[in-house]
């Protein structure tokens, strides 16, 4: 005993005093982001569960507790003998927990909102990072305060004080707006946590595309889309970045045929009267990932306004390779003088 008590002495005084409501809060930000970031548990359905609890309580609960770090009627034991002051502008338990699930709805959709605006986007690490940041920042400002308050006014967690004040809201109401009110709050809690956890374990893949685009590099060795080369020299060569962007949602084998074409328009259509094959490219790009690759252009036709074309295809190309059969195209029009 007395060593435990040695090893108890070595831990700060203000983790050691931290209030257990706001210690289980930090335990599940915790466990949320090993949950989601670790690589054996993210595959399990653990991380479904904290990933419900997490976004639609803990920031709310965080934000209540900075807010009311005092106890409201009926909701503390008071400390001492002291009697309960009745006066004080605190929220019961019910109220505490209504407002943690409205409050947490609310302020996820405006992380995800600024998150939007930012280099970063709404994706997995930022949204957890973001999330995670702000409810450690108010439940920090929560145990400051409430530190601030004499301990028989400080809020404390009173389950079974809970439990029988959960039973007489729910199944003995005052009035029949109260019972009305109620069967309403259960009914969005329930809407908001079972959509919440159909978007978990069904996720919608969205729109499948794959971007196809060239670039170049400036000055600063920035690759921009700008400043491409159109006058060749017969057998000199100039250079183009060229882009592949994966929104498949799986990882996916392209093919990249580049050619130098020597074009008329004929009515509404341009035909292709002489051709060369330049380069060839087959890379294989995972989802979410953009491949980049510098080519060198080296023509050796040479005319005015010729057409160089970029054709990707997902996987192999057909045995014909034209602009009409081809996934995505870009191309340039160069002039190539001997």
């Known amino acids: 005993m ?12 203000q983790l050691r005093q931290l209030p257990a409501d706001l210690a289980a809060i930090i335990g599940l930000v915790v466990v949320t982001n090993v949950a989601a ?83 970063w986007g709404i994706r997995l690490v930022p949204i957890l990072i973001s999330l995670s940041g702000l409810t450690l920042a108010l439940t920090a400002v929560a145990t400051v305060r409430r530190w601030a308050l004499p301990e028989n006014e400080r809020f404390r967690v009173p389950y079974r004080a809970w439990i029988r004040s959960g039973r007489e809201e729910l199944f003995a109401p005052a009035s029949r707006a109260d019972t009305a009110l109620n069967v309403l709050l259960v009914f969005s809690i329930l809407l908001a946590a079972g959509s919440v956890g159909y978007a978990v374990a069904v996720p919608k893949d969205g729109e499948q595309f794959s971007e196809f685009y060239l670039l170049t590099e400036n000055d600063d060795g920035e690759l921009v889309a700008d400043d491409y080369p159109t006058e060749f020299q017969q057998g000199e060569s100039q250079t183009v970045v060229v882009g592949i962007g994966n929104q498949e949602h799986e990882q996916m084998e392209y093919t990249v045929f580049v050619q130098l074409q020597r074009v008329e328009r004929v009515g509404n259509e341009t035909r292709v009267r002489e051709q060369s094959e330049l380069r060839r490219f087959q890379p294989t790009v995972g989802h979410n990932e953009t491949w980049h690759r510098q080519h060198q252009i080296t023509p050796q036709m040479t005319g ?21 059969n081809a996934y995505r195209e870009t191309h340039l029009w160069v002039n190539v003088t001997g």
């Open 304 to 324: 005015e306004r010729l057409r160089l074309q970029y054709l990707l295809y997902r996987g192999a190309a057909p045995s014909t390779v034209n602009q009409s």
């Open 37 to 119: 970031l670790a690589p054996v548990v993210a595959e399990t359905p653990l991380r479904i569960v904290l990933g419900l609890a997490f976004p639609l309580f803990a920031p709310g609960y965080a934000f209540v507790a900075a807010l009311f770090p005092e106890h409201g009627e009926g909701t503390a034991t008071p400390a001492d003998g002291d009697a309960l002051d009745q006066r004080n502008a605190g929220i019961d338990g019910i109220e505490r927990v209504a407002l943690s699930f409205g409050l947490s709805i609310a302020l996820v959709p405006l992380v995800a909102l600024v998150l939007n605006f930012t280099p």
């Open 2 to 13: 007395a060593d435990d008590t040695a090893w108890a002495l070595l831990v700060p005084r």
